[in-house]
């Protein structure tokens, strides 16, 4: 079992709809949470970081559940530039290194 | 420039040969990353260097596989006599460091490296 599991999708939603991603992650160790963003033969980029009480950036919210070990990602009326791969990242205490789920493909549609 | 950048941006090798993969990280990073992303994966771990020291490679899939930082700044990752699982994006990415216990500092990505193995 991969440490961080994803949907891999595709997602394909119209614009201007609501999606959401989740991510579950097996160590409870785990310390820092985020949600990478990666569009087409690009490299990753930082989206935004996810804490327990819940963080929103614009249209963008993310959440973390500890307990049951699971990660959300919603966002609100999706833009044609929202089509990307979403990455659940993880790092475990003391330790810098990122722990990659395999990614959600969104394509919004117009 | 700015950014982490990474040569060569593409690289074709036949099965058997031995590359070597540069990065240039953020200047003044302490930290700097090798990740592996296959077609339609996440990036991988491989490495990870605090400035000349390389304090995790457990993620490097075999003993072809050899990265260094001998200077605390670029870095190159050499794969010895290359075969096709190895080929895939190799990213590099660098930090300010570990800021504490329990914070992290961005890891900031550069364009990867497309390597295929024929």
């Known amino acids: 079992r991969k440490e961080v599991e994803q949907d891999p999708g595709p997602f394909n939603v119209p614009e201007g709809a609501t999606v959401a991603f989740n991510c579950t992650y097996s160590n409870s160790a785990s310390q820092s949470f985020f949600w990478y963003r990666q569009d087409c033969r690009k490299e990753p980029k930082l989206l935004m970081s996810v804490y327990s009480s819940g963080n929103e950036d614009g249209r963008f919210t993310a959440q973390l559940n500890r307990a049951s070990q699971y990660i959300s990602l919603l966002i609100r009326d999706s833009k044609l530039s929202d089509s990307a791969t979403y990455l659940c990242?993880?790092?475990?205490?003391?330790?810098?290194?990122?722990?990659f789920g395999t990614g959600t493909r969104l394509t919004i549609i117009p | 420039g700015a950014g982490v950048s990474q040569s060569p941006r593409y690289k074709v090798a036949k099965r058997g040969q031995d590359v070597a993969l540069r990065c240039d990280p953020i200047?003044?990073?302490?930290?700097l990353f090798w990740y592996q992303q296959a077609l339609g994966q996440g990036p991988e771990f491989l490495t990870y260097f605090q400035n000349e020291a390389q304090l995790d490679k457990s993620g490097l899939p075999s003993d072809r596989f050899f990265a260094e930082r001998p200077e605390g700044s670029v870095s190159t990752l050499k794969i010895q006599r290359t075969q096709q699982e190895d080929s895939a994006v190799y990213l590099c990415?660098?930090?300010?460091?570990?800021?504490?216990?329990?914070?992290?500092?961005?890891?900031?990505f550069g364009p990867g490296t497309r390597l295929t193995v024929l």
């Open positions: 990242v993880v790092t475990n205490f003391g330790n810098e290194k990122l722990t």
């Open positions: 200047s003044g990073h302490v930290s």
């Open positions: 990415a660098s930090s300010l460091g570990l800021a504490g216990p329990r914070s992290y500092n961005e890891q900031f």
